[in-house]
């Protein structure tokens, strides 16, 4: 157990909808990270969040967004969606200290998306 | 831009027989790597890292990497594979920006 907690588990949705996940990173942990699993595509860097504010952006879309909230958990939206944003979606989290660029990510479990 | 490449898709080892997975990055800085695993339906587990030092780091499982700046590699090594190695091996790269960049994986069989 990384510590790292994510729900849902699993998700299935309609083309066109919306979906929220969420993460609750580690204890005292202020970084947060989210990553896109799907076969195709591999593990694809999102974003990152550190202590609230956008740090670090990767391939994600514009119909994606995310925040981090004051109580340091955060939430990944998905909108508009197509069949190619089913994937696993994986929260991280790291820094609990100092510079975070060589800790460690402590990975959660994941949310499978469906779009049907 | 940074990048991580696995060369190897799938490798198939029998148990007991040594192990390398290859990994090579592109970076002009210092690049802080990552080995980390991922067993079916888990996510991802950390098996070692490097940001500095000693090039040869030991990890978790009796796993260990050499960073070779001069190749650009930072290869994962284990002397005698057990079945329950079997899983994803991913190799990442962390820049000072925070940006993290994962290779596409290696998936490792292993024979009894």
């Known amino acids: 157990d990384s510590g790292v907690t994510q729900t849902p588990k699993h998700l299935i949705t309609a083309t066109g909808q919306r979906v929220t996940l969420r993460c609750s990173p580690r204890s005292g942990d202020l970084s947060v990270y989210w990553y896109q699993q799907s076969l195709d595509q591999g593990l694809q860097f999102l974003i990152q969040?550190?202590?609230?504010?956008?740090?670090a952006k990767g391939n994600i879309l514009e119909r994606f967004s995310a925040q981090q909230f004051p109580d340091l958990h955060s939430e990944l939206n998905l909108s508009s969606l197509e069949l190619g944003d089913s994937a696993l979606y994986f929260c991280?989290?790291?820094?609990?200290?100092?510079?975070?660029?060589?800790?460690?990510?402590?990975f959660g479990p994941g949310t499978r998306l469906t779009v049907l | 831009a940074q990048s991580v490449t696995q060369p190897d898709i799938h490798i198939t080892v029998s148990e007991g027989a040594s192990l390398e997975l290859r990994c090579n990055y592109s970076?002009?800085?210092?690049?802080?790597l990552f080995w980390y695993v991922q067993s079916p339906g888990q996510g991802l587990q950390l098996l070692l890292k490097?940001?500095?030092?000693?090039?040869l780091v030991q990890g978790i499982k009796g796993f260990e990497a050499e960073f070779k700046r001069s190749q650009s590699s930072f290869n994962l090594r284990k002397p005698s594979v057990h079945w329950s190695d079997a899983a994803e091996y991913f190799c990442a790269l962390n820049t000072n920006a925070g940006k993290s960049t994962f290779g596409d994986g290696t998936t490792l069989t292993v024979k009894p």
């Open positions: 969040y550190y202590n609230g504010e956008e740090r």
């Open positions: 970076y002009g800085a210092t690049p802080y």
């Open positions: 991280a989290s790291s820094a609990r200290t100092g510079s975070e660029s060589y800790n460690e990510q402590f």
């Open positions: 490097y940001f500095s030092g000693d090039t």
